[in-house]
């Protein structure tokens, strides 16, 4: 699920769940875990890249909407597990957006140092208000860390998916590249940052995060997260979208 490419110092992490890299426990763990393997190996940044034409489709809402609340607690425990992983890394992680990032795949290159992000027709956001989901506040907030806090308010009520281009204007992203160079360009910028003094780079890198992106979630914090899944909107919107998928 994760392809694991070194170069030189510097690891990049491909995500590999085909057709669309949608994310369930098994990828999100994966993530999780190669994360920590690779820090674990020494390198000195990491770069999370997808697939040409598609990065992350966000969750499995088809898988997902069919497993247990404790399922879904262990899910969401995990999922955030691996926001504040990213978050919190001890060496700078930079996102090559490949393609397509919404929602699920949206809060994966938020939460990482800087994102280089495919040019062309091409959309990323958070759009979980459009499929029934509420926001989580730990997600808004990086989203507010990202964009500012009243165009993250704004684009996030709506569940907006916006083009690249308009995604570069407000920060979303911070480049954009051809297909064939996002990746390149990532690696690029990441030796960029090896270069410099680590312990004051990422020491700068981690200051510079609210408190709310790297904090363990407490349990109560958890569980409303699974509450809100299994809320009667989001369970009919979901399995309506589902339906939909399949005709």
């Known amino acids: 699920m994760i ?3 070194k170069h030189e110092h510097i690891t990049e992490l491909r995500l590999d769940r085909p057709p669309v890299n949608a994310l369930n426990l098994e990828l999100v763990e994966a993530l999780t875990e190669s994360h920590r393997e690779a820090v674990r190996n020494k390198a000195q940044a990491i770069v999370i890249s997808g697939k040409e034409g598609m990065f992350s ?8 909407v069919q497993q247990s609340r404790n399922t879904m607690t262990v899910f969401w425990d995990r999922f955030m597990t691996m926001c504040r992983t990213l ?4 060496v700078p992680v930079i996102a090559a957006i490949t393609g397509h990032s919404p929602a699920g795949g949206a809060v994966i290159a938020l939460h990482c140092d800087y994102r280089v992000a495919v040019r062309g027709d091409f959309r990323m956001g958070l759009n979980e208000v459009q499929v029934g989901l509420a ?3 730990p997600i808004h907030a990086v989203f507010e860390f990202a964009v500012g806090a ?3 308010t704004l684009l996030a ?6 083009p690249m281009e308009q995604a570069l204007q407000i920060g979303m992203v911070d480049e954009l590249a051809d297909v064939t160079e996002v990746v390149p360009r990532a690696l ?4 960029e940052l090896t270069s410099l003094p680590p312990e004051s780079m990422n020491y ?12 363990p979630l407490e349990s109560a914090e958890i569980r409303a997260l699974t509450d809100a899944w299994f809320s009667e909107e989001t369970q009919s919107t979901m399995r309506a979208l589902v339906a939909s998928l399949g005709k």
């Not at 690029?188 to 030796?191: D, I, L, N, T, Y």
């Not at 700068?204 to 904090?215: C, F, G, M, Q, V």
């Open 3 to 5: 392809e694991t490419i």
């Open 57 to 64: 489709g966000g969750l499995d809402v088809p898988e997902l």
């Open 87 to 90: 978050a919190g890394s001890p």
């Open 135 to 137: 926001l989580p506040a």
């Open 150 to 152: 009243r165009q993250a």
């Open 157 to 162: 009520m709506q569940g907006a998916l916006l």
């Open 188 to 191: 690029e910028f990441a030796r």
């Open 204 to 215: 700068t890198r981690l200051a510079a995060k609210p408190e709310i992106l790297t904090r």
